[in-house]
Structure formats: structure tokens, C-alpha cells
DNA sequence: CCCGTTTCTCTTGATATCAAGAGATATGCT
DNA sequence: AGCATATCTCTTGATATCAAGAGAAACGGG
């Protein structure tokens, strides 16, 4: 078994001997692995109408539970991305009927962004859609090693949670 | 021990009984650990006066080894970018001395580019801090872990390697 | 040898994002 | 109470990217 990375270790070995480059072994697999994984749900939305932003967003939502709202404060927390980046998105996702604004009742800044009845099946089949190719990914490998790998990867990634507000996909 | 993860999956466990998600395990963490690498080499890079895109460039030309020279077709498909957006880095990168443009001498329709010797020393730089910061976060792992994890990612990431061209990081 | 096709780089136009800031309301300290 | 500060959403301007295509040179079959 050989993939992408080995070769790139093995070049940066010859062209730089000095350097021991083992942890791209692990954190370049992590990166590329990534990489594919974002093309590979871009195509999965793309099947379901939605664009991988649009998931993020709607998928807080619903993820957030009854009723379904939150504010667009919290919501580009929750995805990292800029304030107007945050009013564009939800601009457009009002414009396709995905969500609604509605007025904050107990602060007369803000505004509630909600998800429509069409958002909520719309983020429940794109979800659906993406787990089963993520299964199908992982297909061939057993629950143990899933685990593994799983728990493996939870060292490296508990680290770095910062204070950070919220979660994403 | 806790991630970001685990609070995912609960929210969707909650909200999505019917699905079985555990596919996220592994692979939501792959993409959110990735998340953070590319912020953390951002940081890297900048204190080494480099964007993470002209160290992509630049490290596929001096991966490439001497005389540290490729073609603009071979380096939006190492880089995976559209020809629009190598012709911009290039340009970039030229104005700031890193690399320069040659004609090829073997095909009148197109240029070599070439990493000049400050562009050399500066993705140098880069990747021995690169490699230091990542051999920091695994700083924990013993070695039998990361080759452990190294061989689980390939086994998920060999098969993702299409008759794709080159390389990148 | 010639002409259609491919390959190569660069240009153009559209778009999503970010950084910075504006305007309105809420909050808290004295 | 009152005033300064913080918070919330949206606006503006700049930028990097992509998709599509143009122009020039190379290639290859008849």
C-alpha cells in the first residue's frame, strides 16, 4: 500500500537530508485526507441542491435543536467566518426559502435566523447523504481499527481546542 | 479526554436518532484537526514572511530538486489551482524576488520558472519551522502511535489517489 | 507538408470571502 | 440617572480565486 504522501516524504528526504520530515507522515495524510474529504462532500450536497456552506449553516441550525433558531451572531461563531460573511450567507439562504429572519423579541439589535420546514429536510437528506458515503469510505476498515484511529486522533485534536465557542460538521 | 467531536456527534445523536453517525469519529475529526493545522502553518509561515500559497509554490520547486525549475503547467497541477491562479502567484512571487520567469528553451509557448536563491532560503526556513511546530504537536505520541496512525490514514487515503498528477505539502 | 487538434500561458469577468467600520441598542459603573 | 463601553448586524472596499476563453506554438495523421 502506497499513497500520495510517501512520495512526497521520500522527495523532501533526498532534497533535504538534514531535516527529519516524520511528522508529515502523520500530519500531511491529515490534510490531504481532508482535502478529499471536502471534494467529496461538495459532490454529495451538490446531489442534494446544496453547497457545502449552505450545509454548515443549515446543519447549526439543525443541530441546535427545537426551535431551530439562533441568532447570526452565534451562528458565525459557530462556523468561523466573518460577520458579513455571515449576512451574505444568510441573505441568500432566506432568498432560496431555506431559513427566515425574524426579529429578536428580547433584544432589539439582533434578529433570529430560523430554518424553514424546506432547510430542515433539505440539511436532513444532504446529512443523511453524507454519512452514507462516509461509511462507504471507511467500508473496508473494522470497528477496531475505527476506534483506534478514532481515539488516536481525539489526542491530537483535544489539544487544540481552545476556548472556542461552537462545532461545525 | 474530550474533543470538539464528541460534543458533535452527541448534538446529532440527539437531534438525527434515526441515522448512525458514527462515521464522523474518524473523519469529522480529520477535517477539524486539518482546520487547525492550516492555521497553526499559517502562523508558521507568516513569521517567516510567507502566505501558505507561496510556500506551496515555492516547496514544490525546491521538492523538485535542482535546477529548481517547472513549467506554470506543472505547478498548477502539483498545487492543484486553475492556470488563472498560477499566473497571478507567479507574478507575485517574481515581483518579490523568489522566483524568476525564464523562456523554456524547448517550447516556444512556454516559461520556466525558477526559485531564485532567496526563494530557496525562505521556503528553507519555513519548512524547518514547519516540521519543528509539528513534531511539537505530536510531542506526546510515541513513535509506535504515529506509525500506528500514519498507517491507518493511508489506508483510508491510497484509494483516494486517482490518476491524479503530483504533489503539494 | 499541411491542416486540424492539442497544449501552453495569460486575460477577463464574476463571486465569495475578509477586514474595517457604521449605526443602533444594551449594559454596567459611578 | 447618565455616560462610556460593549455588543449586534449590516455595509463597504479590497483581494484571491475560479471558469471560460484567447492567442500562440507544437504535434500528428493523411
Redesign the pocket.
Known sequence: MRDEVDGLVEAWRAERPDLDIEPLQVLSRVSRLARHLDRARRAVFTEHGLEP?EFDVLAELRRSGPPYEM????L?RAT???????????D?LATAGLVR?HP?PA?????LVRLSAEGQERVDAALSALIEYEESLLGEMPPAERERLATLLRSLLSPLDEPAPEAGV
Chains 1, 2 share one sequence.
Not at 71 to 74: A, F, L
Not at 80 to 90: E, H, K, Q, Y
Not at 107 to 111: A, H, L, N, T, Y
Open positions: 456552506w441568532s447570526p451572531g452565534r458565525l468561523l467566518v466573518t460577520s458579513g460573511t455571515m449576512t451574505n450567507r444568510i441568500r429572519r429578536d433584544d432589539k439589535r439582533g434578529v
